[in-house]
């Protein structure tokens, strides 16, 4: 409150600035306080290089999806190829493809779907799984 009690642009006797040789008008409406929150970060070394970090990211988070039924490699191999959409909640190929995906290894994970690092015929990938509305009894991520 002492620096709004001082300020010569709060006090009504000015109603322009200048800034690099422009001027700009302004108009003070109302005054209100405002409670402001201050955060803090603070960094710390995780890996000691990015190769390291990978290794780590890898360890924890790897899946590998193997044995899986003709129905299921096309549910993978088309969300490979752009995106699978599930038509309808007797999707039993998606069903199943969904139990490959624990909640505890996802990279990030939300109440309808997650992030998950996907081993699959010998390249790894990135997997986006969201299976909001299509079936919340069956979902590998629970509600927290």
Known sequence: MAETNSSVLLSS?????????TIYPFEINERE??????????VSTVADSTAAYAQQIRE???????????????VVNEA???????????????????DYFPAESAID????????????????????????????NHRPVTEE
């Open 109 to 136: 994970a939300e109440s309808f779907g997650g992030t998950w690092l996907v081993r699959y015929d010998g390249e790894v990938y990135v997997a986006d799984l969201s299976y909001g509305g299509f079936d919340l």
């Open 60 to 74: 924890k988070h790897l899946i590998t999806l193997s044995g899986l039924s003709e129905d299921e490699k096309v």
């Open 33 to 42: 306080n405002v409670a402001l929150s201050r955060y803090r970060y603070t």
């Open 80 to 98: 490979i190829d752009g995106v699978y959409y599930a038509e309808d909640t007797d999707d039993e190929a998606f069903r199943s493809v969904m």
């Open 13 to 21: 006797e000015y109603s322009a600035v200048r800034y690099n040789g």
